[in-house]
Nanobody, 125 residues
Framework: QVQLVESGGGLVQAGGSLRLSCAAS????????MAWFRQPPGKEREFVAA????????YYADSVKGRFTISRDNAKNTVYLQMNSLKPEDTAVYSC??????????????????WGQGTQVTVSS
């Protein structure tokens, strides 16, 4: 099992940047694919980005492609989400998630086994 703790959220103006971090503990970090999801106010949780266990492959939702970058440092047991050119519609609770690398990377929440508690990102206009 792996435990996940997010950090780095906050309030930022439109056009600004934030970097989220998700620190993992427990089992070997490189055993897991990692992802970021978000839940805007009053909406369902949605896929944002994912990265495979080695960091060689990344995947993005169309809404963030070209603005957000997911990366990982297996030596530090941490996955990151660099968010640039933020928009008010990016306002949400952002959560990281993990799934063992034997499984495929999917964009649906039910396919991810482990979750952090989330961090709030608010983008003002």
């Amino acid at each position: 099992q792996v435990q996940l703790v997010e950090s780095g959220g906050g309030l930022v103006q439109a056009g600004g940047s934030l970097r989220l971090s998700c620190a993992a503990s427990g089992r070997t970090f490189s055993m897991y694919h990692m992802a970021w999801f978000r839940q805007p106010p009053g909406k369902e949780r949605e896929f944002v980005a994912a990265i495979n266990w080695s960091g060689s492959s990344t995947y993005y939702a169309d809404s963030v492609k070209g603005r957000f970058t997911i990366s990982r440092d297996n030596a530090k047991n941490t996955v990151y989400l660099q968010m640039n050119s933020l928009k008010p519609e990016d306002t949400a609770v952002y959560s990281c998630a993990a799934v063992t690398r034997s499984k495929p990377i999917m964009t649906v929440t039910t396919e991810w086994a482990y979750w952090g508690q989330g961090t709030q990102v608010t983008v003002s206009s």
